[in-house]
Each structure stands twice: as structure tokens, then as C-alpha cells.
T-cell receptor, first 111, second 113 residues
Framework: GNSVTQMEGPVTLSEEAFLTINCTYTATGYPSLFWYVQYPGEGLQLLLKATKADDKGSNKGFEATYRKETTSFHLEKGSVQVSDSAVYFCALQGSNYKLTFGKGTLLTVNP | DVKVTQSSRYLVKRTGEKVFLECVQDMDHENMFWYRQDPGLGLRLIYFSYDVKMKEKGDIPEGYSVSREKKERFSLILESASTNQTSMYLC???FGTGYDEQYFGPGTRLTVT
């Protein structure tokens, strides 16, 4: 079956530091890949997505590239802000509408 | 903007009670989902529905049922609540053409005492 493994947190960074959150997946076929973000007290919202190999998703300074050869979709941001503090979920979608999520990574950014 | 609303943000129920969690979406989406979120476990799919009156079990359906009588509304039912169902419950919807992003509601934090 499908599965997603993302780096365990928590991750604590200082403002303006570089962020990487690793995500690897196992899936049959050609899944779509997503990063969702959950701010404190809120539901999940889509951060970015990629639907085929070598696609790069980007939003709000975050980027992730769909790497089929390494089955990875790592999230990066060049300079994090305090407002980026949240839980980040990597997810994949196969052919049956269902999303499979990683366990989430808590990011805390200190001023 | 797509809006997914859930009937309660916080709910406290007693063991053995029947509990209804309601979810409504306003974008005419075909698919609707119920997840529970627990620390260290991420999100796990309970049930989903790809059309009115249609439903499929997710990964952890035991102890839950669902109802979808109208396209915009998807209800999660705990027939007899137990303490191990204390969790955050998230509803989501998607358009339905296949590789579509899901839009989430704010969640209901249910405590069963």
C-alpha cells in the first residue's frame, strides 16, 4: 500500500534560517504529492502540490520538487519567519481520491 | 473561497452516548472525508464519500458510521462513544475529478469522559 515517511520533529529554528523537512514515499503508479500546513488551532490547508515527476510546487517562499528517482518530496524554505511556526504534513494521493499522510513535523521558529 | 464548516469546535460527551459530528461544504464538491488526528499518528481516514448516499470505509472505520443524505453535508456518527475516541476530528472535501486537493474544516476536538 501507499505510505509516507517524513522527518520527525520537533524542528526549532531561528528566524531567517534555512528549512528542510524531508519526505519520502512508497506508492504504486504515479501519485500526486502535497504539503499541507496546520497553524495552531486550525484545520489543514494546502501549502503546495506537484502532480508529476520533476514538477516543482511553490507557495509563500516554500518549495518542493517531485523526485521520482528518489521517491522524495522534500520541503524547503530559504528564510523562515516566526509566522511559519506550524505543523507540516506531507501527503500523497493515489488513484482512489484518498490521501495518505505522514505523521507531521512541528516547526517552531524563534525570533 | 471554498469553505468547509464543522458544527462544533469543542465537544465533551460521556461514554456510551451517541455523538453526531456535522460537516458542510459550500463548493458543490463530490467527495467528502472524515479523519481523526492524534499526536504521533498523523491523520487517519475514517470514512469517505464520493457521492450522495455513497460511502466507503477508510483505514479505521471501527466504532464509526457516516451519513450523506445531501451533497453538501457529511455526518460522522459515534454510535456509542468510548474514551479511545477522544481525538481531533477533521472533515475535508474535494472536487472529485481525481488528483484534487482536499479542503479541510477547522476540526472538532472531541473529549469522551
Amino acid at each position: 500500500g501507499n505510505s509516507v515517511t517524513q522527518m520527525e520533529g520537533p524542528v526549532t529554528l531561528s528566524e531567517e534560517a534555512f528549512l528542510t523537512i524531508n519526505c519520502t514515499y512508497t506508492a504504486t503508479g504515479y501519485p500526486s504529492l502535497f504539503w499541507y500546513v496546520q497553524y495552531p488551532g486550525e484545520g489543514l490547508q494546502l501549502l503546495l502540490k506537484a502532480t508529476k515527476a520533476d514538477d516543482k510546487g511553490s507557495n509563500k517562499g516554500f518549495e518542493a520538487t517531485y523526485r521520482k528517482e528518489t521517491t522524495s518530496f522534500h520541503l524547503e524554505k530559504g528564510s523562515v519567519q516566526v509566522s511559519d511556526s506550524a505543523v507540516y504534513f506531507c501527503a500523497l494521493q493515489g488513484s482512489n481520491y484518498k490521501l495518505t499522510f505522514g505523521k507531521g513535523t512541528l516547526l517552531t521558529v524563534n525570533p | 473561497d471554498v469553505k468547509v464548516t464543522q458544527s462544533s469546535r469543542y465537544l465533551v460527551k460521556r461514554t456510551g452516548e451517541k455523538v453526531f459530528l456535522e460537516c458542510v461544504q459550500d463548493m458543490d464538491h463530490e467527495n467528502m472525508f472524515w479523519y481523526r488526528q492524534d499526536p504521533g499518528l498523523g491523520l487517519r481516514l475514517i470514512y469517505f464519500s464520493y457521492d450522495v448516499k455513497m460511502k466507503e470505509k477508510g483505514d479505521i472505520p471501527e466504532g464509526y458510521s457516516v451519513s450523506r443524505e445531501k451533497k453538501e453535508r457529511f455526518s460522522l456518527i459515534l454510535e456509542s462513544a468510548s474514551t479511545n475516541q477522544t481525538s481531533m476530528y477533521l472533515c475535508a472535501s474535494s472536487f472529485g475529478t481525481g488528483y484534487d486537493e482536499q479542503y479541510f474544516g477547522p476540526g472538532t476536538r472531541l473529549t469522551v469522559t
